[in-house]
C-alpha cells in the first residue's frame, strides 16, 4: 500500500514568489490534513478536510495561503507570495476513523522542504 | 489551550541502554500518540495510546489519562532509533496538537 505521497521533496524560491505543493492520501482517508514545521519544533495545523470539505482552517494565514481538496481526494497549498518566514517543512497526513476502537490514527508523508530566499 | 511538554529536551545513550521519554499534557484529551521523526523527517506513528499500555518490540508506552502524563521506553537502544520522538494529543476537534519533542542521539 503506497503511503502518503508529497512533492515536491524540497522548493528554493525567492520571495515574493508563489509557490505549491501537493498531496496524496492514502487510499480510502477521507481525512487529509496539512501541517506547518518550523526548525526545531513540532508540527502545527494549517488546516484539515473532511472529504471536499475545509473543516478547520483557523491556523491557516487566509492572506497568503489557500489550499484546496477539489474531489476530495488528493489536495494543493499555495502560498502566494511567500515570505522569509514561511520557510518550514509543509506536512500533509491523512486519516480514517478506526471503527472498532474510535482512533483517528494519522499517516503523515514525507513533507515538502521550502526554502526562501 | 492545551500544552502539551515533553523532556528531556535532548538525550545521548549509547547502543544498548534503555530510556525513558516523558509528556505531560495539560487537559483532558481524546487521543494521545507517539511518533518518531527519523533524519531524514519522515514522522513514523509508533503508538496509539490514549490510555493504558502498549508495547511493540523494543518500544512500550504507557499513558495515565487521569494524571495527564504518557512515558514512552526504548529498551536496547540502536543507532536506529536516533531522531526526534514527539507526543501528539487530540481533543474534541480532532486536531492533534504536537508537543516539543524529545531529540534522541545513539552512539555506536
Known amino acids: 500500500e503506497a503511503g502518503v505521497v508529497q512533492s515536491p521533496r524540497y522548493k528554493i524560491i525567492e520571495k515574493k514568489q508563489p509557490v505549491a505543493f501537493w498531496c496524496n492520501p492514502i487510499?480510502?482517508?477521507?481525512?487529509l490534513y496539512w501541517y506547518r514545521q518550523n526548525l526545531g519544533q513540532g508540527p502545527e495545523l494549517l488546516i484539515r478536510?473532511?472529504?471536499?470539505?475545509?473543516?478547520?482552517d483557523s491556523q491557516l494565514p487566509k492572506d497568503r495561503f489557500s489550499a484546496e481538496r477539489l474531489k476530495g481526494v488528493d489536495s494543493t497549498l499555495k502560498i502566494q507570495p511567500a515570505e522569509l518566514g514561511d520557510s518550514a517543512v509543509y506536512l500533509c497526513?491523512?486519516?480514517?476513523?478506526?471503527?472498532?476502537?474510535?482512533?483517528?490514527?494519522?499517516?503523515f508523508g514525507a513533507g515538502s522542504r521550502l526554502t526562501v530566499l | 489551550g492545551i500544552q502539551v511538554e515533553q523532556s528531556p529536551p535532548d538525550l545521548i545513550l549509547q547502543e544498548g541502554a534503555n530510556s525513558t521519554l516523558r509528556c505531560n499534557f495539560s487537559?483532558?484529551?481524546?487521543?494521545l500518540q507517539w511518533f518518531h521523526q527519523n533524519p531524514w523527517g519522515q514522522l513514523i506513528n509508533l503508538f496509539y495510546?490514549?490510555?493504558g499500555t502498549k508495547q511493540n518490540g523494543r518500544l512500550s508506552a504507557t499513558t495515565v489519562a487521569t494524571e495527564r502524563y504518557s512515558l514512552l521506553y526504548i529498551s536496547s537502544s540502536q543507532t536506529t532509533d536516533s531522531g526526534v520522538y514527539f507526543c501528539?494529543?487530540?481533543?474534541?476537534?480532532?486536531?492533534?496538537?504536537f508537543g516539543t519533542g524529545t531529540r534522541l542521539q545513539v552512539f555506536p
Open positions: 497526513a491523512s486519516s480514517l476513523w478506526q471503527d472498532n476502537s474510535g482512533a483517528n490514527v494519522l499517516t
Open positions: 487510499s480510502g482517508h477521507n481525512t
Open positions: 478536510y473532511e472529504n471536499e470539505e475545509a473543516v478547520d
Open positions: 487537559d483532558s484529551v481524546n487521543n
Open positions: 495510546i490514549p490510555s
Open positions: 501528539a494529543v487530540e481533543i474534541n476537534t480532532d486536531k492533534l496538537i
